[in-house]
């Protein structure tokens, strides 16, 4: 076998782990999705009468005594401290969210003034409110945004959304677009 047909057959190999894992993670989210949806409020309330019916004829008294024995203070130890590793991990978790939701709030910034800038150029010199209505527009279909509908149109009844947007005597900064953006 030479080194072409082995080079091959581990990109063929590589392929087929692919397709595995994609496989596994469509059974694995549709069997959450089961699960979930399996769970309806008549299944509950069975089976924690079931569970309660059966943990009461256990004999619980004779049950604790048995936890007692492995309930020792080095094992309750064991568990506060894995309980408190889950909440490290969990807390470095949610600060890497949190990271990456400000870059993308930085990046929106970014592209809200690219585009701000690029609408002011492109009116040429028009009127302030005409180019801060498209600096706006501009703003929005380059953060990715497809509501057109404007921060106060949510305040306001749906038959009164005909009327037209205020004009505005300044360009938003960089931030307050983003923040605009990013709450819609």
Same mark, same amino acid.
């Given at each position: ?9 581990? *990109?063929? $190999? ?16 549709? !069997? ?17 009468? !079931? ?6 004829? @256990?004999?619980?008294? /004779? ?14 130890? !064991? ?5 408190? !590793? ?13 990271? &990456? ?9 970014? &592209? ?14 028009? @009127?302030?409110? @005409? @180019? ?28 009164? /959304? ?7 005597? /300044? ?10 953006? $990013? *709450?819609?």
């Amino acid at each position: 076998m030479n080194f072409e047909q082995l080079k091959k057959r581990v *990109e063929r $190999s590589e392929q087929v782990v692919d397709g595995r894992i994609l496989q596994t993670r469509l059974s694995w989210s549709g !069997l959450q999705t089961n699960w979930k949806e399996g769970w309806t409020p008549p299944r509950i309330i069975i089976v924690g009468a !079931l569970l309660g019916f059966i943990s009461g004829k @256990a004999q619980p008294a /004779r049950a604790m005594r048995h936890v007692g024995q492995f309930a020792n203070p080095k094992m309750m130890q !064991l568990v506060t401290s894995v309980a408190g !590793l889950v909440a490290s991990v969990q807390s470095s978790f949610a600060a890497s969210k949190a990271q &990456t939701a400000a870059d993308t709030a930085d990046d929106a910034a970014t &592209t809200a003034d690219v585009a701000a800038t690029t609408a002011d150029a492109a009116a040429g010199g028009a @009127a302030g409110g @005409a @180019a801060a209505d498209a600096s706006m527009s501009a703003a929005r279909v380059a953060a990715g945004s497809t509501a057109t509908m404007h921060p106060f149109d949510a305040d306001r009844p749906r038959s009164d /959304r005909s009327r037209p947007d205020p004009q505005w005597d /300044r360009q938003p900064s960089p931030a307050e677009a983003a923040t605009d953006l $990013s *709450e819609r």
